[in-house]
């Protein structure tokens, strides 16, 4: 974790504040399908992190209380709580738009194999992590036969419509760099996507997003294993880029992690930073308060969403 790391002399990340708030990305638990490389949350199949239905509910009651427009489903895979329907239903019947952040395999796991039905069925947005679409990179990257059973998800999305025109269904797809790099530029890598997955696979999609690495938890260890954790935060620090400051995350969204706390955003919720870098605050003292103007805790691994075109969980930010 960065908390743990030796800190570079650098300069003090821009004291930012909030905006209105848009989003809240609820992380529904550490449980996963599968262990990734570049996994900012350590998530894996033998956590046991999991949020209550209680927790879900509350969460819900603030978000139409405070106005959010969209609620951001996260996880480990956050289709593996067992409320994960009742979540989606009831934001949808509160007018709440969904998004789940979906790791396309767990499309095709014993006891989810309607789980791209109900999807649909619910309007549900999906942003799906592809890192790469080259099978080895991704293998190499997720766990071997990560790819395609990607595809294999991505070919069940698309035959209910999802990435197709006019379906009112959307698919988006995330990259992520191999290692100690910045993203390419989001438009071209989003072209060469679509031809290669049209061309190879018969595979469709809306949007490519290009998020940066985070120097945090499991990529964060394996940064310090390797001795390039220092390198890494100067590539960043080096790259900053003062024009993403206004369009980065966590001035519209709120991070809530499976026990209700909240943060200003997911990678400060690894870091245990609490929301404003206050005292920690559940979800439901918040009740009808409003975050519009309060200060937003930052640290360096910020640099991170403000390196080069930016990183945000919407992709690039310029």
């Known amino acids: 974790m960065l908390d743990s790391a030796p800190l570079l002399e650098v300069n003090h990340f821009p004291d930012i504040n909030r905006d209105r708030l848009q989003t809240i990305q609820v992380n529904l638990g550490y449980l996963c399908n599968l262990s990734c490389t570049h996994c900012h949350v350590n998530a894996g199949p033998k956590r046991t992190e999991l949020m209550t239905k209680e927790s879900i509910d509350t969460v819900l009651d603030y978000a139409v209380a405070a106005g959010a427009t969209t609620l951001d489903l996260t996880g480990g895979a956050p289709e593996m709580n067992p409320h994960f329907r009742y979540c989606v239903q009831q934001a949808r019947q509160s007018g709440l738009k969904v998004i789940d952040r979906c790791n396309l395999v767990i499309l095709q796991e014993t006891g989810y194999e309607d789980l791209a039905f109900f999807l649909a069925e619910n309007k549900v947005e999906i942003v799906a992590s592809l890192p790469c679409y080259i ?80 120097p945090i938890q499991r990529f964060g260890s394996m940064l310090m294993s390797k001795g390039q954790f220092d390198d890494y935060m100067s590539l960043l620090v080096s790259n900053y880029n003062e024009s993403t400051l206004t369009d980065v995350m966590c001035r519209q969204l709120i991070s809530v992690d499976w026990q209700g706390y909240v943060y200003d955003c997911d990678f400060n919720q690894m870091l245990h930073l609490p929301l404003a870098d206050q005292d920690a605050r559940h979800i439901s003292s918040l009740k009808n308060e409003l975050l519009e103007g309060k200060p937003i805790a930052t640290r360096q691994h910020c640099f991170g969403c403000t390196a080069g075109q930016g990183s945000s969980c919407g992709g690039a930010l310029i």
Do not use: C, I, W
């Not at 766990?143 to 197709?164: C, D, E, H, I, T």
């Not at 009112?168 to 060469?192: K, Y």
């Open 135 to 214: 099978e080895d990179n991704v293998d190499k990257q997720r766990g071997n036969g990560v790819f395609q059973q990607s595809l294999m998800g991505l070919k069940q999305l698309n035959a209910l419509g999802y990435g197709r025109e006019n379906s009112g269904l959307t698919l988006d797809l995330v990259f992520n760099p191999q290692g100690m790099n910045l993203p390419p530029e989001q438009q071209a890598l989003e072209v060469s996507y679509k031809q290669n997955l049209s061309a190879h696979y018969d595979v469709v999609f809306n949007h490519l997003y290009t998020l940066a690495n985070m």
